[in-house]
């Protein structure tokens, strides 16, 4: 099987990829992200316009 986290040439994911508090860099807000990949708050998200100015054209497939 694969493992994201190779224990002898340390870890492939962000270190901080872990569940808790973040900034949400839309509106500067705390909120409980799942991980590293969510940096957008939920509120946010609902608004849908954060896509308007983050395009995710990077990150599609690979979260
Ligand atoms: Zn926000």
């Known amino acids: 099987m694969t493992k994201l986290v190779d224990q002898d040439n340390g870890p492939v994911r962000a270190i901080d990829d872990v569940p808790k508090e973040r900034l949400c ?8 992200s799942e991980g590293f ?24 497939g690979r979260w």
């Open 25 to 32: 860099l839309r509106c500067r807000t705390l909120f409980s």
């Open 37 to 60: 990949g969510e940096r957008i708050c939920r509120r946010c998200k609902a608004s849908r316009s954060w896509k308007m100015g983050v395009q995710p054209t990077r990150a599609l």
